[in-house]
Each structure stands twice: as structure tokens, then as C-alpha cells.
């Protein structure tokens, strides 16, 4: 007779029960962060009417015109900007060939009444201006002070800001004063205008 062999798991055996545990496996981990940083550069323009004309009929006494300039600043830069003037050479003169008319000696710290054949510039509010140049024109005024044009490398400083600008105007009045003794023709001069991001 054969023989029968006979496994049995449990408690006859006395192994007490068989349990399985699932095991957890744990997974390495590690962050870190990068910063991004967008660098964005300061930009400016600046433009202007490009021509002023002071059309004069002189008389013995002298006489007197004026007209502005318009100058536009457009700048991202959140300390603003700063805008200066000066000729664009070291001859402040308006010159026809071999005659001139010369800037006028007063300054934008203490203008002064245009004298005779002089030229000059004013910026209402700026330094010792008054103010009064609303309505300048082709206006001629004792009582208006302006002054010359400062050779270029010694700018004056006509406008500062502190904060971004889009198309931010500056209004530049001209002015010059002729008797006849100064002969006809067209005087010019270039004036430089400079803006500069703070």
C-alpha cells in the first residue's frame, strides 16, 4: 500500500497563522528653487520742433521777438530724467557769414531784460525765470528777463523729473533783439538738448 504524505499548515501544526504585511518602500526626494530675474534697461528719446524762426524788423531803438520750442522726453526709468540745454559748439553767436549777434550775458541763475542785438533763452520756472512766458509769442518785453545760451560743456539743467515720463514737454521760449545797425540776412545758431536717464 502506498503512503500518503500529508502537509497541513495551520493550527494542527501548532504554527499559529500565516500573515503577510505588504512593505511600504520610501522614495528618496530633494527640491530647490531658481530665481528668474528679468533685467529690464533704462531707455530714453527726447525730440523737438527742430527749427525756431524769430522773424525781426529792426528800428533804431531796437526791437524785440520771441518764439518757443517744444521739447519731448519719453523715458521708463522710475527716477526720472533729468534735461539740460547748451549750444552744440563752443560760439554762442547767431551768425550771418562774417556778423553775429551774441548771446546775451544774462544767465538762467540771474536773468535779465534782452539787451540789444543779443539773443537768449527762457524756461518758465526754472532758476531765476519768473514764470510769466505763457503768452511770450512774438511778445517784446522790457520787464521779460531771459538769458544766453551757455557754450556747449557748460549745459543748464531747464527740467528734472522723478519718475517715468511719456511724452513729457518742456516749452523753450527764444528771443533776440536787433537795431539797425545789424545788416539783414538769416543768423543761426544750433542749440543742443540733452536728456539723461537719474
Keep these: 500500500m502506498s503512503k500518503k504524505s500529508k502537509l497541513v499548515l495551520g493550527a494542527s501544526l501548532g504554527l ?59 523715458t521708463n526709468n522710475a527716477s526720472g530724467y533729468n534735461l539740460t540745454l547748451a549750444d552744440s559748439d563752443a560760439n554762442t553767436d547767431l ?3 562774417g556778423n553775429d549777434i551774441p548771446a546775451h550775458a544774462g544767465t538762467q541763475a540771474s536773468p535779465s531784460a534782452l539787451a540789444n542785438n543779443t539773443w537768449g533763452y527762457a524756461v518758465a520756472t526754472v532758476g531765476g525765470f519768473d514764470g510769466s512766458y505763457s503768452a511770450l509769442d512774438n511778445v ?20 528734472t523729473t522723478g519718475t517715468t ?18 545788416p539783414n540776412g538769416t543768423y543761426s545758431d544750433t542749440v543742443t538738448y540733452t536728456a539723461t536717464t537719474n
Design 140 to 159: 517784446a518785453s522790457s520787464s521779460t528777463v531771459w538769458a544766453g545760451v551757455p557754450a556747449d560743456g557748460a549745459a543748464n539743467t531747464i527740467k
Design 95 to 97: 551768425v550771418n557769414g
Design 16 to 74: 499559529g497563522s500565516l500573515i503577510l504585511t505588504p512593505v511600504t518602500v520610501m522614495a528618496a526626494t530633494d527640491s530647490d528653487t531658481t530665481t528668474i530675474n528679468a533685467s529690464i534697461a533704462s531707455v530714453i528719446s527726447i525730440s523737438s520742433s527742430g527749427t525756431v524762426t524769430l522773424n525781426v524788423t529792426p528800428v533804431s531803438g531796437g526791437s524785440q521777438t520771441s518764439a518757443s520750442d517744444t521739447v519731448t522726453v519719453s
Design 165 to 182: 515720463a511719456s511724452n513729457d514737454t518742456t516749452t523753450v521760449w527764444y528771443s533776440v533783439k536787433a537795431d539797425t545797425s545789424n
